[in-house]
């Protein structure tokens, strides 16, 4: 009797283990963007001098990523990373006029009943990027910032064809505060918390998801 018992929880424990397998999705992906920054991010200002340290300037550019996920249901964990270069038009850059921010992304991804081969989804999630570029427009002058935390909220849709691909149109905006650190240059108090590095980027991805978990 006992022995039967036994043998009866182990198979539920192994139905439990496999039906939680079989509702899985896992998905994989590129994808491209355009970025848009804001706030003090993008404004032109003509206070970078040689002695502190500012963020600013920064106008549209372009980037890359890769995402993956791991879903259950209507209910998501999901991590990518971003490769982003923004056009620079102040001093504050080098003379290449470019601004370049990396870093990596995990969040919660919630996705809606599909309609269709649509099926539209939210997330949100915890950034740590960094960014680096030119300053005060001397080769020598380098801007490189902390990886201080800062988070993405999005919302976009998976485009299926096949079961297996996915088109991924989305849109995200990212807001944190990096601190910048110039060899040769103070940190003045307006600086030392950190600037706001905030951008809008519109994404295109393609994605190959498990054809389970649907």
Do not use: W
């Amino acid at each position: 009797m006992q022995a039967t018992r036994r043998i009866l929880t182990l198979a539920v424990g192994f139905s439990t283990i496999a039906s939680t397998l079989a509702a899985q999705g896992i998905s994989i992906g590129l994808r491209g963007s355009g970025t848009f920054p804001t706030g003090s991010f993008s404004e032109t200002t003509t206070q970078a001098t040689a002695n502190t340290a500012l963020i600013a300037g920064a106008k549209s550019g372009f980037g890359y990523g890769l995402d993956a996920a791991i879903s259950m249901g209507f209910i998501g964990i999901y991590a990518g990373f971003d490769h982003v270069s923004f056009d620079c038009q102040t001093a504050t850059c080098q003379t290449d006029g470019k601004y370049t921010l990396q870093g990596v992304t995990a969040g919660v991804k919630l996705t809606t009943p599909s309609v269709s081969m649509l099926r539209p989804f939210i997330k949100g999630g915890v950034t740590f990027n960094d960014l680096n570029g030119g300053y005060g427009g001397q080769s020598s002058n380098v801007l490189t910032t902390d990886h201080a935390p800062g988070y993405e909220v999005g919302v976009g849709a998976d485009i299926g064809f096949l079961g297996i691909v996915s088109l991924t149109p989305q849109a995200r905006y990212i807001g944190q505060n990096l601190k910048a650190k110039i060899p040769g240059v103070s940190v003045t108090s307006s600086t030392a918390t950190g600037q706001a590095v905030n951008y809008f980027t519109f994404d295109l991805g393609l994605s190959v998801h498990t054809p389970f978990g649907k």
